[in-house]
């Protein structure tokens, strides 16, 4: 076990440094490739008012005149050692872990990324608590009672809910919930959980609930499907034989086998949210990294977004590592190796 | 056009001054200059004169915007939206006078007692302070600090936004700013005293009252510059302070109890404290405005198209509405160096076929769009006048006689060919592309498409001349907002041939009339404000005569405020409500 976790974490790493530098050669490789210059990227981090020698200066000071490899050792030696940026007469350094420095707005990417990171996380693990209860209840009574009206509606319901995209139910139930019946907080609205829970909880209410309508529908088609097979495997015939309650048949014998499927896209999920919801944050204005990212590509601030794509890339790797750890616990027929 | 912004680059000869963004007027020409107030609502009630008029102090004004702007650092922003709202943590050397409609287009003293004395045929110019005035930690504010102030926002390698005014015309003698020249005086300030300061220029310019007004003469403690980091703790030196600052997110600001009243004439400062939040939802922001859980949206460019509808629809939202002008012209370049419009008359009939009705629905029409230009300057800029050097008819649909006679003269008779280029990712510029060339197809001139990438329009495409030259770039279409409204602020950058590069990255795409170059020069030097507006409004005109400007629409907007704010009204220098003036109920 041990040693097939560090195997795990090898791969992890090896993910992330390949995910680094094709991110990387998209930033600052293609464009040289489509004729840009040092000075055209530089171009962007000086300001409307620049001329080409300021423009050359910036383009040297930030170091996009190196080679490319360079630039990519750089960046990468950064999160070990920190790094010093000359802006004209000014310098700026950035702190090991060095994660990149944003050229617009003058600070390190990371302590931003972090900054943001409860607002994101409490917006995934909020919906994601939601979505399980109602999505995996919602499943298995569907299967259970299949083809009564409950299961028509609950499916009818959940096909909707996979195909209305957020920022749609997102704006319409603002409108309805916080503009209209004022039960829920306006956009925008966001609380510290450290600083009252209450607030927290009743800020994200409509963000939880609205993200979590998208999932809950595809997670309760997905257990409905796998509580239809199991329940018709021999051994769940076996239990009942056995003399079993058909609660136990249902929860120990039939749910346990058909949540593994379930197990693993809920810990990509979790993991892809952790890295930003976008539209949900955007939607809901809520500061998240999502929102940050979406922030960073229309402020064409490439260090940010090389930042924010390493980052949300470390949380997938994590969660595939924490899904297949998990499935040995949840599916004693998976042994690991 | 989410935020006020042309792309452009300065450096020119006469002027290196960026273009800019920034935002402008309002004064509309169905609203007059009365600075009475009114309690009636109505749509368009606080444009031109004062709406629910207050004195009442109190509150917390929510303000919010979709996307960050440059910076809050007065000596690093260029911003319209940036300059309107510094002036409640800031006071500059001047400022424009504070009211609705016309007020706005005199300057006063806000730092200074008065506008500055010129003297040397308007090469120095003299500014004394007011007594009294403090920073927000209780230390007085001297001339020295004002020193301080312009000669950092010298340094474009740290503080990459703001305008280029001071590099361009203060006689520097080499000098570069506080970080680059450690322990040099600028040798283009003198500070005789802590209540005077007194600015050497290189060439003589009249209207050096604008440039005191730029954000970047507000005071600054050397002790407390951080460069680029200074916008996170910027100094307060007007009524209000930093009570915190989240970049990205948004900041609030509260009283500065240093801040006295009995120095500064124009600042009401009614509400307690401003919440600022940066990157919401901008549909969302039109939303909470109507519902009042948000008061103003500052990025002051109307409302998002899926609230425009409601917006105009709905009378109780319609009565919160305004209809404001800004210092906007939305037109197109005729390129005079192409084969087929090299003939003035061939222009000329480019001028009369363009239907200026479709011009303007491209925009979004009259209301959301803007008013149907007849020349280059706005209205609400000193030195308009009414020209119709080019009538497009009584239902301004284009004269098609006068059109078809202007090509028989240029002899092509049965028109032309050539291309109109327009910024790809511009959906009312790719309008208006199409719709003029359903309006010239009527005379025979045949235009074929041509979309440009938006960040490289005028570096490498529109803006080169080798490239729209050859590659047979008639039309180009443009737009163009001023930095303050006045002559130079508007003009001096889209009619000045000397602006034109070579490398590219002007917004001058077609205007190199010699003439107009020494009507140019006349016009900077002139001290006189009254015969400084009028030479601008005849360089308005002689180009306009020349047929390389197809004028557009004067952009207009729909904006629209909550039903908490009192005190409200359009401040026409920003083309958006007056945020220093607004109250809360």
Redesign the interface.
């Known amino acids: 076990m041990v040693a097939y976790i560090i195997r795990r974490l090898f791969g992890a790493v090896l993910t992330l440094l390949i995910v680094s530098m094709i991110t990387f050669g998209i930033f600052y490789l293609v464009p040289r490739w489509a004729g840009g210059t040092a000075n055209d990227l530089a171009s962007r981090?000086?300001?409307?008012?620049?001329?080409?020698e300021?423009v050359a200066?910036?383009a040297h000071?930030l170091g996009l005149d190196k080679p490319f490899f360079v630039q990519y050792w750089d960046w990468l030696q950064a999160i070990f050692v920190g790094r010093d940026f000359a802006?004209?007469?000014?310098q700026?350094h950035c702190p090991a872990p060095c994660l990149g420095y944003s050229f617009i707005?003058?600070?390190p990417v990371l302590p931003?990324i972090l900054d943001r990171l409860p607002v994101t996380a409490s917006l995934a693990f909020g919906a994601a608590i939601i979505w399980v209860i109602f999505g995996v209840a919602t499943g298995v009574v569907s299967a259970l009672k299949r083809g009564s009206i409950f299961d028509r509606a609950a499916m009818g319901i959940a096909l909707g809910g996979v195909s209305l995209p957020i920022f749609w139910t997102g704006?319409v139930s603002?409108?309805i919930f916080?503009?209209t019946l004022h039960w829920t907080k306006?956009?925008?609205a966001y609380t510290p959980i450290e600083q009252n829970p209450g607030e927290w909880a009743y800020s994200l209410l409509l963000p939880w609930i609205t993200l979590a309508l998208l999932f809950s529908a595809a997670y309760a088609r997905l257990t409905r499907a796998g509580m239809l097979e199991t329940m018709g495997e021999d051994y769940i015939r076996t239990a009942r034989a056995k003399g079993l309650r058909e609660r136990t048949v249902v929860t120990k014998h039939g749910l346990r086998a058909a949540l593994t499927p379930i197990a693993t896209i809920f810990g990509l999920d979790v993991g892809l949210l952790m890295g930003g919801a976008v539209l949900t944050e955007?939607?809901?204005?809520l500061?998240g990294i999502g929102?940050?990212a979406i922030?960073a590509i229309?402020?064409n601030d490439m260090p940010k977004v090389m930042g924010f794509v390493i980052f949300a890339a470390g949380f997938v790797v994590i969660a595939n590592l924490i899904v297949d750890v998990v499935y040995a616990v949840i599916d004693p027929r998976v042994r690991l190796a | 056009m989410k935020r006020r912004?042309v792309?452009?680059?300065?450096?020119g000869v006469a002027a290196?001054l960026?273009?800019?963004a920034c935002g402008g007027g309002g004064t509309d020409s169905n609203t007059d200059s009365s600075t009475g107030g009114t309690a009636v609502a109505a749509f368009d009630a606080a444009n031109g004169k004062v709406f629910n008029p207050s004195e009442k102090k109190g509150g917390t004004l929510k303000m919010?915007i979709s996307?960050?702007w440059?910076s809050v650092d007065p000596g690093d922003t260029?911003y319209g939206l940036s300059w309107n709202l510094a002036r409640l943590y800031t006071r500059s050397l001047t400022m424009f006078k504070v009211g609705p409609g016309k007020t706005s287009s005199e300057l006063t003293g806000d730092l200074a007692e008065g506008l500055g004395t010129p003297s040397d045929g308007g090469k120095t110019w003299t500014y004394k302070l007011r007594q009294g005035l403090k920073y927000e930690d209780g230390t007085a504010i001297t001339s020295k600090d004002v020193e301080y102030a312009v000669s950092r926002s010298l340094?474009?390698?740290?503080l990459?936004?703001?305008?280029?005014y001071f590099n361009d015309f203060l006689d520097l003698k080499g000098y570069?700013?506080p970080?680059?020249s450690?322990g040099q005086d600028n040798p283009a300030i003198d500070t005789p005293d802590d209540r005077t300061i007194v600015f050497h220029l290189n060439k003589p310019f009249g209207g050096f009252d604008y440039f005191a007004q730029i954000p970047a003469t507000a005071p600054v403690p050397a002790a407390k510059d951080t460069?680029?980091?200074y916008k996170e703790h910027v100094v307060s030196s007007g009524p209000y302070k930093f009570e915190s600052y989240e970049?990205?997110?948004g900041f609030k600001l509260v009283r500065n109890d240093q801040w006295d009243q009995s120095t500064d004439p124009n600042r009401k400062a009614l509400p307690d404290g401003y919440d600022v939040?940066i990157?919401?939802?901008a549909?969302?922001i039109d939303?909470?405005i109507?519902?009042g859980?948000l008061d103003v949206d500052i990025a002051g460019t109307g409302v998002q198209p899926a609230a425009l509808s409601r917006v105009l629809g709905q009378p109780d939202i319609k009565e919160r509405a305004d209809n404001p002008l800004s210092a906007r012209l939305n037109y197109t370049s005729i390129n005079p160096n192409v084969p087929a419009l090299k003939n003035i008359e061939c222009r000329k009939a480019v001028e009369y076929a363009a239907d200026r009705t479709t011009y303007q629905t491209a925009y979004g029409g009259p209301q959301a769009g803007g008013e149907i230009a007849t020349g280059l300057l706005p209205p609400q800029i000193p030195g308009f006048q009414k020209l119709d050097v080019w009538s497009a008819g009584a239902d301004n649909k284009g004269d098609l006689d006068k059109a078809k006679a202007a090509l028989q003269a240029c002899g092509s008779p049965n028109g032309f060919e050539t291309n109109i280029a327009y910024r790809a990712e511009r959906p009312k510029e790719k309008a208006t592309a199409e719709a003029l060339q359903q309006s010239l197809a009527r005379v025979g001139i045949k235009l074929t498409l041509k979309p440009f990438p938006t960040g490289d329009y005028f570096a490498l495409y529109a803006g080169k001349p080798s490239y729209r030259n050859t590659n047979n770039l008639g039309l180009m279409v443009n737009s163009w907002g001023a930095d303050w409204n006045d002559g130079f602020g508007f003009l001096s950058q889209i009619v000045d041939g000397r602006v034109i590069r070579d490398?590219g990255g002007s917004s001058n795409l077609s205007v190199n009339i010699p003439e107009v170059n020494s009507m140019v020069d006349q016009a900077i030097a002139e001290t006189d404000t009254a015969k400084r507006d009028a030479l601008w409004g005849q360089i308005d005109k002689r180009v306009m005569e020349e047929a390389v400007i197809l004028p557009g629409v004067w952009a207009k907007q729909v904006t629209v405020r909550s039903k908490n704010t009192t005190n409200v009204f359009v401040n026409d220098a920003y083309g958006q409500y007056d945020y220093l003036s607004m109250g809360v109920q």
């Open positions: 981090y000086v300001g409307r008012t620049a001329n080409p300021q200066e910036a000071g802006f004209g007469a000014t700026a707005g003058r600070n931003d704006l603002l409108v916080s503009y306006p956009g925008g955007s939607t809901f204005s500061p929102k940050y922030d229309n402020a | 912004l792309t452009g680059v300065a450096v290196a960026a273009l800019a919010a996307s960050d440059d260029y340094e474009k390698a740290t990459v936004n703001g305008p280029t570069k700013g970080y680059s450690k460069g680029a980091k970049a990205g997110k939040t990157g919401a939802n549909d969302d939303n909470q109507i519902d859980s490398t």
